[in-house]
């Protein structure tokens, strides 16, 4: 969610999510810091800006294109 949130603000996103501002919060979540409502509120925290943020983009999917994208990439994870 929190990769999404970015790529619907910026138009991209960081692969290695510890170089973000999520990244020391998904770190002491990991290392027991967080009760699991904290973390639920913030999963609901970031569920919600995702939708407003998917309503307010004009985007539309390209089907053909991501299955197309989606097809190479299994090939190639595939492929020895």
Not at 4 to 20: A, K, M, N, P, V
Not at 28 to 42: A, F, S, T
Not at 54 to 67: F, K, T, V, Y
Request: glycine share 8%; aromatic share 8%; charged share 25%.
């Amino acid at each position: 969610l929190y990769n999404l949130c970015e790529l619907l603000r910026s138009g991209s996103f960081h692969i290695r999510i510890t170089d973000t501002s999520a990244g020391e919060r998904l770190a002491r979540i990991k290392n027991g810091q967080y009760r699991l409502g904290d973390v639920m509120d913030w999963g609901e925290e970031l569920t919600a800006q995702a939708e407003q943020l998917i309503a307010a983009c004009g985007n539309e999917p390209d089907l053909p294109r991501i299955n197309e994208f989606l097809v190479a990439i299994r090939r190639a994870f595939l492929t020895p």
